[in-house]
């Protein structure tokens, strides 16, 4: 069992970065890949990025590829994503995702942050 709590979310203008953190407990979290989704009023829940258990191979979403990075420190047992160059379509609520493998799928994920408001204006 995985319980995901995440921070770091509020309002910038656009240029501006934010650093969101996840906490995780739980003893194995290091054996988990963590992501980031993102969803906007009326869409579905979107893929952001993803880093392996072991912090070895990220992926992202081509929208934020260059701007964001993600992050883990499994002594900590924490994942982050680092957003530079807010744009206002990056207004959304950030959750936190953990499986057992890359998920880049909403459906495939097991466990979920409560989400962080994050608003960019222009």
């Known amino acids: 069992q995985v319980q995901l709590v995440e921070s770091g979310g509020g309002l910038v203008q656009a240029g501006d970065s934010l650093r969101l953190s996840c906490a995780a407990s739980?003893?194995?979290?290091?054996?988990?890949?963590m992501g980031w989704f993102r969803q906007a009023p009326g869409k579905e829940r979107e893929f952001v990025a993803a880093i392996s258990w072991g912090a070895g191979s990220t992926y992202y979403a081509d929208s934020v590829k260059g701007r964001f990075t993600i992050s883990r420190y499994n002594a900590k047992n924490t994942a982050y994503l680092q957003m530079n160059s807010l744009k206002p379509e990056d207004t959304a609520v950030y959750f936190c995702a953990a499986a057992r493998g890359f998920r880049t799928v909403a459906a495939e994920i097991e466990y979920w942050g409560q989400g962080t408001q994050v608003t960019v204006s222009s």
């Open positions: 739980g003893r194995t979290f290091s054996s988990y890949a």
